[in-house]
């Protein structure tokens, strides 16, 4: 995960105008805190920024969305990974 947020940080730091968060997923953060302190950390300076999230189900993925609105520009839906780990899922292609 190259892009949580010290990373990203040290891109903007060089030019870098977007940065997204390392992909999040759906279930987890929207059902366990623990994982959301864990895996979504921003700051003021930390904008524009797009939040990705996976998974297959829709409810979740918008209980997901809901938990960092305000906190983010922008929510990419990753739908299309090949990862194997993804298909496993049922959120990849």
Same mark, same amino acid.
């Given at each position: =995960?190259?892009?949580e947020l010290p990373f990203r940080m040290l891109c903007r730091k060089y030019g870098a105008t977007l940065?997204?968060?390392p992909m999040l997923h759906? @279930?987890?953060?929207?059902?366990?805190?623990?994982y959301r302190a864990? +895996?979504?950390r921003t700051c003021p300076e930390d904008r524009p920024l797009f939040a990705?999230?996976?998974g297959h =189900? +829709? =409810?979740?993925?918008?209980?997901?969305? @809901?938990? $960092?609105?305000?906190q983010c520009d922008a $929510? =990419?839906?990753n739908l299309g990974c090949p990862q194997g780990i993804a298909k496993r899922g049922r959120y990849g292609a």
């Open positions: =995960d190259a892009s940065c997204y968060t759906s @279930r987890l953060f929207a059902q366990i805190p623990e864990k +895996k979504f990705q999230f996976c =189900d +829709k =409810d979740l993925l918008l209980e997901a969305a @809901r938990h $960092v609105e305000g $929510v =990419d839906l």
